[in-house]
């Protein structure tokens, strides 16, 4: 099943903070969460772990609530890169990801 | 560069031809993952191979197949195009099979079916 993203998008000002959330409907051993600019490709941020273990973008922080079966990422003082679509991913069976709708954010100056 | 190739970058065909899209994944890797993104869509997986084995499918269409060779690159096959087939394709590789591996994605191949 996809995961759900919540907000669909989202504007901010230089500075301010943002978090995106996932959720699903089954039980998750890990979440990932990649990147996307307007036509590149997904950009690896991080995968957070059932027992809390995290691997991957230093600057970024997530959580993730194994029993709530949600993750979420939060942007701090967010800069003019961060613009991009950002969608987490559950590995299924055979550790392929299924991905949500994605959550659009905007960094204005 | 994610060490992922995907070619060609572009393709406009019309509709009813069939296309091959190629990719080769990072030294190593031996998975591979065909995603579909149509205009302002997310990301839908479509199908996965491992070491040569298909191993996972997605929402793939009937005329759409794929296969992965002894060198580990990759094919995605579509055949009587439709223009409902338009769309970015990406592929992804991983260096194995964990819920811990991350991917890699290619730059993508954006086809356009007229």
């Known amino acids: 099943q996809q995961p759900v993203q919540s907000p669909q998008a989202v504007i901010l000002r230089e500075g301010e903070d943002a978090v995106i959330n996932c959720s699903s409907s089954?039980?998750?051993?890990?979440v990932h969460w990649y990147r996307q600019k307007h036509g590149e490709a997904p950009v690896f941020l991080m995968i957070l772990l059932k027992g809390g273990e995290q691997k991957g973008h230093e600057k970024i922080s997530a959580s993730f609530n194994e029993k709530k079966q949600q993750s979420s990422l939060y942007l701090t003082a967010s800069q003019l890169s961060y613009s991009g679509t950002y969608f987490c991913g559950t590995p299924g069976s055979s550790y392929q990801l299924t991905f949500g709708k994605g959550t659009k954010l905007s960094v204005i100056p | 560069d994610s060490g992922v190739t995907q070619t060609p970058k572009h393709l406009i065909t019309a509709t009813g031809q069939r296309v091959t899209l190629r990719c080769s994944p990072r030294?190593?890797?031996?998975?591979v993952y065909w995603y579909q993104q149509s205009l302002d869509q997310g990301l839908q997986f479509l199908i996965q191979y491992y070491n040569g084995e298909e191993r996972a499918k997605g929402n793939i269409l009937e005329r759409f197949s794929a296969q992965q060779f002894p060198d580990l690159h990759s094919e995605l096959n579509l055949s009587s195009l439709e223009l409902g087939d338009s769309a970015l394709y990406f592929c992804a590789s991983s260096v194995g099979l964990d819920r811990d591996t991350e991917a890699f994605f290619g730059q993508g191949t954006r086809l356009t079916v007229v």
């Open positions: 089954k039980a998750l051993y890990s």
């Open positions: 030294s190593g890797d031996l998975s």
